[in-house]
């Protein structure tokens, strides 16, 4: 089942998406620009293989729950994200509002 939620920071609204599979949910928040993801996200492969893409991204581990994602600290973040000032640590709610 995939669930497509509002997700209001301020007074931005965004798009948050669960998608429950066997025995896992996958979680993202999606901005214009990038997104925060559950620990499925593969920053590897985003900054090695794909970074011709310069996609901005952050992940975070251990959440199973939209509300989860944005209350998390990141992990991890893309090459990209970093240029925005978005670091491993910060809460994935601050990282939506830079990638606003």
């Not at 996958?26 to 499925?40: P, R």
């Not at 492969?45 to 729950?65: F, P, Q, S, W, Y």
């Not at 990209?80 to 830079?98: H, Q, R, T």
């Amino acid at each position: 089942m995939i669930n497509i939620v509002p997700i209001i920071i301020g007074s931005i609204s965004l798009i948050g998406v669960e998608v429950k599979l066997p025995l896992t949910t996958l979680l993202t928040i999606n901005t214009s620009k990038g997104y925060i993801m559950c620990g499925a996200l593969d920053i590897g492969l985003l900054n090695e293989k794909l970074a011709d893409r310069k996609i901005i991204a952050g992940r975070a581990v251990g959440v199973r729950t939209l509300q989860d994602l944005l209350d998390a600290p990141l992990e991890s973040v893309t090459f990209e994200a970093e240029k925005l000032g978005i670091i491993p640590g910060m809460l994935g709610k601050e990282a939506l509002i830079k990638m606003i």
